[in-house]
């Protein structure tokens, strides 16, 4: 690496394409020879069971999106999920040189996750990039962050009524 330390990435807006640019920066670290680890708070439960990239480690520990209407597991369930999501980010730290936080903007949001814990965990970062994916980044984050890239939607199948489609939302 060419950095004393880590840069940290925030994708985050209401448009589409955070976790899509994650997965994009997490393949091209792992083209370029670099360990990359990926943990996910609310979704891509299939994507660790079949992406199968040298280099590559994920974990997919959140129990969904929280507080919508497809949402079965209790508030205690995902707070207990973010919370251990969160101590697997802090085990890879380290091991890792692109460590990916896939929505833990949301988890934040959604109080899952203290915001000082985050940043503690960024601030221990060392040599590891950090990528964080979300929702409503908190200011904090953003200030904290060497680059931020807001999605704006402008247009979104969701509002004529049409569902994710799998393979490119999901």
Do not use: C
């Not at 203290?114 to 950090?130: A, E, F, P, V, Y």
């Amino acid at each position: 690496m060419n950095t004393k330390q880590g840069l940290v990435y925030v994708f985050t807006g209401d448009g589409k394409g955070k976790t899509s640019s994650a997965l994009g920066v997490a393949v091209r670290a792992a083209s370029a020879g670099l360990k990359v680890g990926w943990v996910s708070w609310y979704k891509e439960k299939v994507l660790p069971a079949r992406f199968n990239l040298e280099g590559v480690e994920m974990y997919a520990i959140g129990k969904g999106f929280y507080k919508l209407p497809e949402d079965h597991a209790s508030p205690a369930e995902h707070k207990q999920a973010a919370v251990t999501a969160l101590r697997q980010a802090e085990k890879l730290l380290k091991k890792v040189d692109v460590l990916v936080l896939d929505e833990v903007n949301n988890a934040v949001q959604d109080k899952l996750i203290n915001l000082i814990d985050l940043i503690n965990l960024i601030s221990k970062r060392g040599k590891t990039h950090i990528i964080l994916t979300g929702r409503n980044a908190n200011k904090k984050i953003i200030e904290l962050a060497d680059l931020v890239t807001e999605m704006k939607k402008v247009k979104h199948p969701f509002d004529k009524g049409i569902k994710a489609v799998k393979g490119l939302d999901y």
